[in-house]
C-alpha cells in the first residue's frame, strides 16, 4: 500500500437531514477530510443498491450512506427500508470479496454537523487502513472491435 | 454456391442446452433450412474454425452465439464470428450475462482447477494436473487456456442483439427466426441495434397468475419446508422468488409450477445490475424495523450472492468477486 493513498469515498445525503449536518458543518467551520464525495438524495429511501455497487465498481473506495434517525424520517418511514437493504447489501458484498467496513450506514440529523463530520473522518481512517479497492475496469478485458455498420439484404 | 442467406450457431462456454432449445422449435427447422444456408454449427455439423476464417466478412447473414467467455479459444471464435456476421446475437444466459459458467467468477481459477483435479471425489492421482501444453511426438498440443473470469460476449465483440434465457425458451426462438426471415424477404423491420428480442417488455410477475397482496415478510423460507397456497404470490408466502427483477419471456414458467423464479432470463428492462434490484426489492418487503430482527430474518437467505447473481454475475456491475479478480 502506498503511503499516499487517499481514499475515493461516495457519500450519499438526505436532502432533509444529513445534507443540511454537512452544510452545518461548512458554515460552523468543522473541517472534515476531502476524500468524501457528498451526493444530495431526497432520502436515503432514494438510495438504489446500484448506486453503491456503481460507485465501487467505477473506483470509489468506500461508500456512505446517510439519512435520518430511526423513526425521523420526513417519508415517515423509507429510512427504515434503506437500513434493511443496506443490511442485506453488505452479506452481498462480503460474499464478493469487499470488506464490510467499506460500506457504512450513519444517522445524522440536520443538527449533527460535528458528528457528521466525525463519522466522515472515522471512515476515511478506516478506509484508508484497508487499502484501495482497485476495482476499476476488467484487467483481463482486451481489444474490443469497432462496431460494425450493416444493412440487411433481402435475399 | 448457394444464394440462400448463411446461418451459423455457436458454442462457447456453454451446456449444449441452447442448441437443444433450438430444435425444439420441431418443424419450423425446416424453415431455416429452406430459407437459409447453415455454413458453421459445430453441435449439428462438420466445419472447422479455417472453413469460417476462409469465408468474406460479413457473409454470414446471422450467427447465434451461446456461451460465455471462458478461454482464449472462445474468445477468438466470437472476434472471428464477429467479423464474419452481419447479425450476431448474443443466444442464451450464457452469452447475455454469464449464467451458470459465469458463477466461477466467484472463486480463484487456481482453486476451480484444484477442486476439479484434487478433491476427495475427483481425486485421479495426485500425478494428475491439468496441462494446456503437451509436447507430443507429432508435435506440440495445445488445449485452451483458462481466463481468470467469464465474460459476456458483449464484454469482447459488439453484439447486434441480445436473446435472453436459459435456454431461451422455444417459441421465442421460433418467432424471433419468423421475423428475421420476414426481414429477409422485405416484409419486416428488424429492431434497432442493441434490442433484447424473444422477451416481453416487463417482469415475470406480470406473467405470474398467483395473486399479489402488499407483501410482509417476517421470514424467508425454502421452498421444501413449507406447504405452500398454491394461488399466491409466492414472496409473499416467504418464498425467495426472483421474478420482480427477471425479464418477461419464460411465460412465468416456474412460478405456475410451484417454484421460485430463479432469474435465468436476466435483468428486467431499465435494470443496471439484476442482484441490486432484487436487494431492494426483498429488503423492501420485510415487515421490521430493528436491526437484530431484520437480520435474523436475513439469515433466511443463507447465500444472498448466489441468490442475486446465480445466472447474472459477469454482467453485473461488479463482475466478479475479489479474490477472481487477484492476480
Not at chain 1, 149 to 155: R, T, V
Not at chain 2, 4 to 13: D, I, S
Request: net charge neutral; hydrophobic share 40%.
Amino acid at each position: 500500500m502506498s503511503e499516499t493513498f487517499e481514499p475515493v469515498i461516495i457519500g450519499f445525503t438526505c436532502n432533509w437531514c444529513s445534507y443540511r449536518a454537512a452544510d452545518l458543518a461548512g458554515t460552523a467551520r468543522v473541517k472534515y477530510p476531502p476524500n468524501v464525495r457528498l451526493i444530495r438524495l431526497m432520502c436515503s429511501g432514494r438510495l438504489d443498491p446500484t448506486f453503491v455497487l456503481k460507485a465501487l465498481a467505477s473506483g470509489a473506495d468506500g461508500v456512505l450512506i446517510t439519512g435520518c434517525h430511526p423513526g425521523e424520517c420526513h417519508y415517515i418511514e423509507q429510512n427504515y427500508k434503506a437500513m434493511r437493504r443496506f443490511l442485506l447489501l453488505r452479506r452481498t458484498l462480503t460474499q464478493m470479496g469487499i470488506e464490510p467496513g467499506r460500506v457504512k450506514l450513519v444517522w445524522a440529523s440536520a443538527a449533527e454537523g460535528v458528528r457528521l463530520a466525525q463519522e466522515i473522518a472515522n471512515l476515511v481512517e478506516e478506509v484508508r487502513a484497508l487499502g484501495p479497492l482497485n476495482w476499476g475496469k476488467d484487467e483481463t478485458s482486451s481489444f474490443i472491435l469497432p462496431p460494425l455498420p450493416f444493412e440487411l439484404e433481402a435475399a | 454456391m448457394s444464394a440462400k442467406p448463411k446461418f451459423a450457431m455457436y458454442w462457447a462456454a456453454s451446456c449444449g442446452g441452447c442448441e437443444i432449445a433450438v430444435l425444439n422449435i420441431h418443424e419450423k427447422i425446416l424453415d431455416v433450412d429452406a430459407n437459409f444456408d447453415v455454413v458453421f454449427w459445430p453441435v449439428a455439423m462438420d466445419a472447422k474454425y479455417k472453413d469460417v476464417a476462409a469465408m468474406p466478412d460479413d457473409s454470414i447473414t446471422l450467427t447465434l452465439f451461446n456461451g460465455g467467455i471462458r478461454n482464449d479459444e472462445n474468445e477468438e471464435i466470437a472476434h472471428l464470428l464477429r467479423r464474419k456476421s452481419k447479425i450476431l446475437v448474443a443466444f442464451g444466459s450464457c452469452a447475455c450475462e454469464g449464467c451458470i459458467p459465469g458463477l466461477a467468477n466467484f472463486s480463484p481459477v487456481d482453486e476451480i482447477i484444484d477442486t476439479a483435479f484434487h478433491t476427495v471425489t475427483t481425486d485421479k492421482g495426485s500425478e494428475v494436473r491439468l496441462q494446456t501444453r503437451y509436447p507430443a511426438r507429432e508435435g506440440e498440443i495445445r488445449l485452451p487456456t483458462l481466463y481468470p473470469t467469464l465474460r459476456t460476449l458483449d464484454q469482447v465483440a459488439k453484439v447486434d442483439y441480445y436473446m435472453p434465457g436459459c435456454p431461451p425458451e422455444s417459441h421465442q426462438i421460433a418467432a424471433v427466426i419468423d421475423l428475421v426471415i420476414a426481414a429477409l424477404n422485405g416484409k419486416a423491420t428488424l429492431p434497432p441495434a442493441g434490442s433484447v428480442i424473444g422477451v416481453g417488455g416487463s417482469t415475470v410477475c406480470d406473467d405470474c397468475p398467483r395473486a399479489r397482496n402488499v407483501k410482509t415478510i417476517k421470514a424467508f423460507k425454502r421452498i421444501q419446508d413449507v406447504r405452500l397456497d398454491p394461488t399466491l404470490c409466492l414472496l409473499e408466502q416467504g418464498i425467495p422468488c426472483n421474478g420482480p427483477a427477471t425479464r418477461q419471456g419464460c411465460g412465468a414458467l416456474c412460478p405456475k409450477a410451484g417454484a421460485q423464479c430463479i432469474g435465468c432470463y436476466g435483468p428486467a428492462e431499465g435494470v443496471l445490475d439484476y442482484g441490486a434490484r432484487l436487494i431492494s426489492s426483498f429488503a423492501s418487503v420485510i415487515d421490521s424495523n430493528t436491526p437484530d430482527e431484520i437480520e435474523r430474518i436475513l439469515d433466511g437467505i443463507p447465500d444472498p450472492a448466489g441468490q442475486f447473481y446465480r445466472f447474472s454475475l459477469p454482467g453485473s456491475l461488479l463482475r466478479a468477486g475479489k479474490s477472481a479478480r487477484a492476480k
